[in-house]
């Protein structure tokens, strides 16, 4: 059984991109999945000469021995929100590639008509320079997200169910290309 991590951009505990994380882990299937706490301190680096923090330290191990990562960000000012940045930041700091060749799917949720179309070609460019195996097909912006989840938080869209099943498809794929 694949072990997947979920790194969700937005600390409100019951924001809409939690519900797509959790709906795109549903859509997978059968898997081993934990979402990892991104609630960490600000990158400092005095803070990182006297040691990493234990919980930087925590999730970048679960990051590194994960079969495959999904990634979700709300759009704010037309960025990745800054708590997905700090622990993106935090990561690169750890050695030993914890990236390297792990297959990583992303989707942002927004209010918005483009569903935070701009954070998530951000969120891109920052986690492309530490190689992992993005994947690149079925890009998940939803768009108008209050309005795309039932009262039991599962996606109502046909359109949106398609897309986030294909990308969670194309996961299992490259997880399963690596493990051979």
């Known amino acids: 059984m694949a072990k997947i991590v979920g790194l969700c951009g937005s600390l409100r505990k019951n924001s809409l991109n939690r519900k797509l994380l959790n709906e795109a882990v549903r859509l997978y299937g059968a898997c081993d999945y934990t979402e990892l706490s991104l609630n960490l ?13 234990e919980s930087i330290e925590t999730l970048a ?11 979700v960000s709300p759009e704010y000012n037309k960025g990745l929100s800054g708590v997905l940045k700090n622990a993106l930041d935090w990561i690169s700091r750890v050695p030993g590639g914890v990236w390297k060749d792990k297959p990583v ?7 918005g008509r483009t569903g935070g179309e701009t954070a998530q070609y951000m969120l891109r460019s920052c ?10 097909t079925s890009v998940v912006c939803l768009a108008q997200a209050s309005d795309e989840f039932d009262e039991n938080d599962q996606l109502v ?14 996961l299992r794929s490259e997880i399963s290309l690596k493990g051979t």
């Open 41 to 53: 301190p600000l990158y400092d680096g005095d803070l990182e000469q006297d040691g990493r923090p």
């Open 157 to 170: 869209s046909d359109r949106y169910i398609t897309s986030v099943s294909s990308l969670m498809e194309a």
């Open 61 to 71: 191990a679960k990051v590194k021995s994960a079969d495959g990562v999904i990634i």
């Open 127 to 136: 986690i492309t320079p530490f190689g992992p195996r993005l994947i690149t």
């Open 105 to 111: 799917a992303v989707m942002t949720a927004a209010a």
